[in-house]
């Protein structure tokens, strides 16, 4: 074969490569078309049906000289590309996507300006258990100048015999704190039927691990113009915790906080496993703020210090912990919360950690 010879027949081989390029592209056009289609009838995006169906059509149509296998195994390819070009424009469509919204989402609440860079704590006792006892937490959250207060009204806990809150009283002593010592208040509510009663106590309305995917309560929040503080599920994967969130700015309410609070895995020797690389992955994935639950993610007072300085490390907007007069004597997680004593150190550790803008 001439020199001659040979450069036409990479010239056609380029063609082909051109027209292959064309096709392909043109196939993936079409693709994303069928992922919106699939996406408007809420049908699974993955056919596993339809690609055998793909494939061994394939197979009956190939008059080589490739080997059915070594087709098979570029189409799978190029459906495992065009699966992934679907998800892309899925994720590019969520309102909490950052492709969708580039800058940072920016609560402000009580003077503290959450998602702008700064870093900030919440902080209070598990559960609401009188005046007395959220009062003492309040005046030591103050004097460290925190000014988020958390505390449980409504505890959904795993045993029904345990105890289950005070309820809208624990509300309202939650509110009559939060006015006295000047703090804004992020409480828990469980049912849809009382976000509208939570208007007039809470500043951020917590919805709980076990509530990630009650979506009537996500909805519900998301109608009402009031800041929210979303936890992730105990086995919620990114994914399923990023589209609750859509659940709630669906509905108009972009006000959202993401809590990253430690998932489900096989180890024992933490309450939960903290997934700390959750905070950049949410924070390069949605425009929203993220905190970091270190109470509940290890269940050890030992590792508060530790996990939170990896939180602000890692970039997260803030750490939220527990804190009780009387850890000892407390009516729900005694082992997780920090005394007074122990809560002035855990401050001390991370203050000087902490990121404050000029």
Do not use: W
Not at 301 to 311: H, N, Q, S, W, Y
Request: glycine residues 6%; aromatic residues 6%.
């Amino acid at each position: 074969m001439s020199h001659a010879e040979l450069e036409a027949l990479r010239e056609r081989a380029d063609e082909i490569n051109l027209q292959i390029l064309k096709l392909i592209n043109e196939r993936g056009r079409v693709v994303q078309e069928i992922g919106k289609a699939k996406e408007a009838q809420g049908v699974h995006r993955y056919d596993p049906v339809r690609e055998r169906k793909m494939l061994n059509n394939i197979k009956e149509y190939n008059d080589g000289p490739f080997l059915d296998s070594t087709l098979q195994h570029i189409f799978k390819e190029i459906f495992k590309a065009s699966l992934e070009l679907q998800e892309d424009d899925h994720s590019k469509a969520l309102l909490v996507s950052r492709k969708k919204k580039p800058e940072n989402t920016i609560i402000e609440v009580n003077g503290v300006r959450i998602g702008d860079g700064n870093q900030s704590f919440i902080v209070g006792p598990c559960a609401v258990e009188s005046y007395e006892q959220t009062a003492a937490v309040a005046e030591q959250a103050v004097k460290q100048g925190i000014k988020i207060l958390r505390g449980g009204a409504f505890k959904p806990r795993t045993s029904p015999y345990d105890f289950q809150g005070l309820g809208l009283e624990g509300l309202k002593i939650l509110r009559k704190v939060g006015d006295e010592y000047g703090l804004a208040i992020i409480s828990e509510i469980t049912n849809p039927a009382d976000i509208e009663l939570a208007l007039d106590y809470v500043d951020i309305i917590q919805i709980g691990a076990r509530n990630m995917q009650n979506f009537d309560l996500l909805k519900a929040a998301g109608a009402v113009r009031k800041p929210v503080l979303l936890k992730r599920g105990l086995a919620a994967t990114i994914d399923e915790f990023v589209n609750a969130a859509e659940y709630i700015i669906s509905q108009g309410n972009d006000q959202i906080i993401l809590c990253e609070r430690g998932i489900r895995t096989y180890e024992r020797a933490t309450r939960n496993t903290l997934d700390i690389s959750a905070v950049p992955i949410l924070k390069q994935e949605t425009h929203l703020p993220v905190f970091v639950d270190v109470t509940h993610s290890t269940g050890r007072r030992d590792l508060l210090v530790p996990t939170a300085k990896a939180a602000l490390a890692i970039g997260a907007d803030g750490v939220m912990a527990e804190v009780h007069p009387d850890p000892a004597v407390a009516l729900s997680d005694s082992a997780q919360q920090m005394d007074f004593d122990q809560f002035d150190n855990f401050m001390k550790e991370l203050k000087p950690l902490v990121k404050v803008n000029a």
